[in-house]
């Protein structure tokens, strides 16, 4: 087994992207590792369960949204910010609508996760966000969670991936070492 030193000098420069492009870097071989939303469905890739973070319906106060529970239908009235087009929560949210058979609702994905709480601290809309990510909004009441009757969300899961090649104990060593913390 590597000790901890030996497995971090053999790490390689970090990059930050959307997980689309973390995906097919790593599938072309441009990086070896990729924490990305979701997991990389391809036979030569290992994926590791990293974290999960649960998913909520936020708001500005300054919103006219009532206190109570309120409906998939009131919240279509505003629009929709959350991660951007492909992802898991915007399909997720993509998918309340159609189910329950709303069609006038407008989805705004947005690859900058700061944009979309700015943008929902400004009152543009109801975001679709980790409440984890927005502590001080909720603690200074910038922001509220908002209880959509019907709108339960799946919660955002992240992956350590990599692919299965001969140096692949040295990624395992890597993704262990992350899990540790």
């Avoid at 097919?24 to 590791?48: H, P, Q, T, W």
Wanted: hydrophobic share 50%.
């Amino acid at each position: 087994m590597l000790t901890e030193n030996e497995v971090l000098a053999s790490v390689a420069p970090i990059c930050s992207a959307i997980s689309q492009n973390l995906r097919d870097g790593l599938l072309n071989g441009n990086l070896d590792m990729v924490f990305l939303s979701g997991a990389i469905i391809e036979s030569n890739v290992r994926n590791v369960d990293y974290v999960c973070y649960p998913m909520a319906w936020v708001a500005s106060p300054e919103l006219p949204l009532a206190a109570e529970a309120v409906s998939l239908a009131e919240i279509a009235q505003f629009p929709i910010l959350t991660y951007s087009r492909r992802t898991r929560p915007n399909l997720d949210i993509r998918d309340k609508f159609v189910r329950a058979s709303i069609a006038n609702y407008k989805i705004y994905g947005n690859t900058s996760l700061s944009a979309v709480v700015k943008l929902c601290v400004d009152a543009v809309g109801v975001a679709v966000i980790p409440p984890a990510v927005i502590r001080h909004e909720l603690d200074s009441k910038k922001l509220r969670l908002v209880d959509v009757s019907g709108g339960a969300l799946t919660d955002l899961h992240f992956t350590i991936s990599y692919m299965l090649t001969a140096d692949a104990h040295l990624l395992e060593a890597v993704a262990a070492l992350a899990l540790q913390s």
